[in-house]
């Protein structure tokens, strides 16, 4: 069954706590941590306090999406506050495979090596990971350009995730795939159906009136 990951970045700030409590109580697996540095994506949101503040407070999978500038500084940082997963952008890196493993050598509060992914922006070929895949344990696909929320599902992604199903079965890896950008009720089939593990959805859960059935309206 696909796992849904609700984006923080469209949750209450104010009310941080209540908003994780909510999607996790909803039949949510995952919480989606979008960090934006203001230098890689244009906006600046969070960083490793905010995670280190909720964490106690939350049994979800916590998924740290780097969306910044130099990720390799922030890793242990991101480790020590309560990550189950990080995320770095390809485009980010020019040693990717030595920042991969740095991530899968990190510990996780829960006693667990900590999993590694790697994002592609959109314009960004698939080429790009394939002598990657066999040491990761996610990719996700952005089928918006990063850095904003409340944007419209690039048609394109579809293929993309398809096209990426089927090197992730030819090498062998046991890489999930997970979509993040414009995904909702009328988006999440097609997406579910190309191949996709993993759903990040922001305004799709915490805008809708019952979340519970936001949820279950994803996975379809």
Known sequence: MVKIAPSILSADFARLGEEVARVEKAG??????????GHFVPNLTFGAPVVEKIRP????????????????SMIDDFAAAGADCIVVHIETDKHMHRLINNIKERTSLRGENIKAGISLNPSTPLVTLE???????????????????????IPATLSKITRLR???????????????????????PAVI????????AGSAVY???????AIAALRG
Do not use: R, Y
């Open 131 to 153: 002598e990657l895949l066999p040491e990761l344990d996610l990719v996700l696909l952005m089928s918006v350009n990063p850095g904003f929320a409340n944007q419209k599902f």
């Open 193 to 200: 159906k190309a191949g996709a593990d993993i759903l990040v």
């Open 166 to 188: 089927a090197m992730i079965e030819e090498c062998g890896s046991k890489a999930e795939i997970q979509v993040d950008g414009g995904i909702n009720k009328e988006t999440a």
């Open 28 to 37: 949510a697996e995952w919480l989606h941590i979008d960090v934006m540095d």
């Open 57 to 72: 407070h939350s049994d979800l999978f916590f998924d740290c999406h780097l969306m910044v500038d130099n990720p390799s």
């Open 207 to 213: 805008g809708a009136p019952d979340i519970v059935a």
